[in-house]
């Protein structure tokens, strides 16, 4: 099975800060990554597919970049809405994985 | 608008059983594969079986491999999910999402529905 490991587990941030979540595949899933936003109780919601295409009505200051086994989610400028928890997942395989997550929190 | 809206969970004892269904709205749901994912209290997510859209091509993760059985039905725009030999550790919010393509994977998530596990 493809693990992921999602780096940091937690990141302290202020608004309008630029922040990075890195995720690591175990072995190349080219470009099948996707990147989640959760916030508590609700569903996950779809920000970035194929590792760098943006969902329709995600924000522009949302990116994502890699391929292979080395990914990158990142938030441009921080905003109030942006205070989750983020999620990468492979889908290179029919059985997908999720990394552990990363809690965005105001610093 | 697509909707996907589960239903069936409740507080069950470990050894028991549980039928989810999720009802599909607003796509051809027959066009489509699915997946079940589920989420333990304060934990993250883990995927736990697909569907592939003929009903043919079904896959399950280890964890649940002979206890969960994965089905559909097109005509009805249903996915389900039948649980057996609940376990503690099965207690989680359970949610159904669709694979929009091999290429751009899932994109639309159920609201879930949480199943509980105890004596």
């Known amino acids: 099975d493809i693990q992921m490991t999602q780096s940091p587990s937690t990141l302290s941030a202020s608004v309008g800060d630029r922040v990075s979540i890195t995720c690591r595949a175990s072995?190349?899933?080219?470009?099948?990554l996707a990147w989640y936003q959760q916030k508590p109780g609700k569903a996950p919601k779809l920000l970035i597919y194929?590792?760098?295409r943006l969902e329709s009505g995600v924000p522009s200051r949302f990116s994502g970049s890699g391929s292979g086994t080395e990914f990158t989610l990142t938030i441009a400028s921080l905003q109030p809405d942006d205070f989750a928890t983020y999620y990468c997942?492979?889908?290179?395989?029919?059985?997908?994985?999720f990394g552990q997550g990363t809690k965005v929190e105001i610093k | 608008e697509v909707q996907l809206v589960e239903s069936g969970g409740g507080l069950t004892q470990p050894g028991g059983s549980l039928r989810l269904s999720c009802a599909a709205s607003g796509f051809t749901f027959g066009d489509y594969a699915m997946n079940w994912v589920r989420q333990a209290p304060g934990k993250g997510l883990e995927w736990i079986s697909y569907i592939g859209s003929a009903g043919t091509l079904i896959y399950y993760a280890d964890s649940v491999k002979g206890r969960f059985t994965i089905s559909r039905d097109n005509a009805n725009n249903s996915l389900f999910l039948q649980m057996n030999s609940l376990r503690d550790d099965d207690t989680a919010v359970y949610f159904c999402?669709?694979?929009?393509?091999?290429?751009?994977?899932?994109?639309?998530w159920g609201q879930g529905t949480l199943v509980t596990v105890s004596s």
């Open positions: 999402v669709r694979v929009i393509s091999r290429r751009a994977g899932d994109d639309y």
């Open positions: 194929m590792a760098s």
């Open positions: 072995q190349s899933i080219n470009f099948y």
């Open positions: 997942q492979q889908y290179n395989s029919y059985s997908r994985t």
